[in-house]
């Protein structure tokens, strides 16, 4: 479930492991299911041709008898095949497999030198703190992937839609207040809780960029559309750029606070959404608010359905590009 693929060098022959496990209870589903291609010793590696020892090495998961140096190769094929390897290791025989590893672990009672090399040193003998570490990793990058993806949707709308505007000679989207209102609503605000909320999951193996790609650019580049529909819908309605630029306000505000919701489909997520989105429109009502963020309220009903419809046809066309991209990348 955590996305780890587990893989064991024993010191005693593989038959002797499997045999010291089903006296201890291993059952023979349970062995097909974990162990489907029993083991491999150090002597039938060592008889493959070169050019097999990379499929051995992913299809077997119990190691029997290995030399430290063929230890330390089973790793680095692991490495060569794309594959991210942590390696657990407390003595000396440990070490070359410690060594080729992109991460080694050493329990507290190592030996010296496995202490030494060791990346990380638990505080407790527990497996079960391996899982705690790997959690909160994944939490740590899923946290700050999402809040890039926030980021970066925003950005590249906003580049989109001023180039637009001002390719089009009807004004500016927005006032330097108006942006504030959206930074602070709908990217600050978030940017902070959406890592406190990250889920532990497997990270893609995919590059971060394509990942951020894979969201960014249809979600930035539909919205600046839709933000530049509301724009001349409301100037053509109005005649007004002032009310054109609280539209677009409005417009980024909501779907700025929508992706959020995109990114961590949660229920506080959601709610915190939407109380910002209250937030943000009630804003204008106090003075105050509405003189240092130069923003007003729509004039007409129909202009909030406007920005609402934008708003929703944006994210149904999101959600159909990204299920889109899906589904060519399975295929």
Not at 2 to 15: N, Q, T
Not at 250 to 274: D, F, K, W
Request: proline residues 6%.
């Amino acid at each position: 479930a955590s996305g780890v693929h587990l893989k064991v060098f024993a010191r005693d022959a593989p038959v002797e492991v499997l045999a010291a496990l089903r006296a201890a209870g291993l059952s023979e589903e349970d062995e097909r299911a974990l162990l489907p291609n029993g083991g491999l010793s150090g002597a039938e590696l060592e008889a493959l041709p070169r050019d097999q020892w990379a499929t051995a090495v992913r299809e077997y998961r119990l190691f029997g008898g290995l030399t430290p140096a063929q230890m330390g190769d089973v790793v680095g094929e692991l490495r060569d095949g794309g594959e991210r390897v942590t390696v657990v290791g407390d003595g000396l025989t440990d070490l070359p497999a410690m060594q080729q590893a992109q991460l080694s672990v050493a329990p507290p009672a190592s030996a010296q030198a496995a202490l030494g090399v060791a990346d990380i040193v638990l505080t407790d003998s527990s497996p079960g703190l391996l899982l705690v570490v790997l959690h909160r990793g994944q939490s740590i990058v899923r946290g700050l992937l999402d809040v890039m993806k926030l980021n970066l949707s925003l950005v590249v709308c906003t580049a989109l839609l001023i180039g637009m505007v001002r390719l089009f000679g009807v004004g500016f989207p927005y006032v330097a207040g108006q942006g504030s209102l959206i930074s602070i609503l709908a990217i600050t605000v978030p940017s902070l809780l959406l890592p406190l909320w990250a889920r532990p999951a497997p990270v893609s193996s995919r590059s971060y960029l394509s990942i951020l790609a894979g969201f960014v650019v249809p979600a930035g580049v539909l919205l600046s559309v839709a933000a530049f529909g509301v724009y001349l819908a409301l100037v053509s309605r109005t005649d007004d750029v002032r009310v054109a630029q609280f539209g677009v306000t409005y417009t980024l505000l909501y779907a700025g606070l929508t992706l959020s919701v995109l990114i961590q489909p949660r229920l506080r997520t959601a709610l915190l959404a939407i109380s910002l989105a209250l937030l943000g429109s009630l804003a204008p009502v106090i003075p105050l608010a509405r003189w240092q963020f130069r923003l007003d309220l729509l004039p007409e009903p129909t202009d909030y359905l406007i920005v609402l419809l934008a708003v929703a046809a944006w994210t149904v066309a999101v959600h159909l590009v990204r299920r889109a991209v899906r589904h060519s990348e399975v295929a």
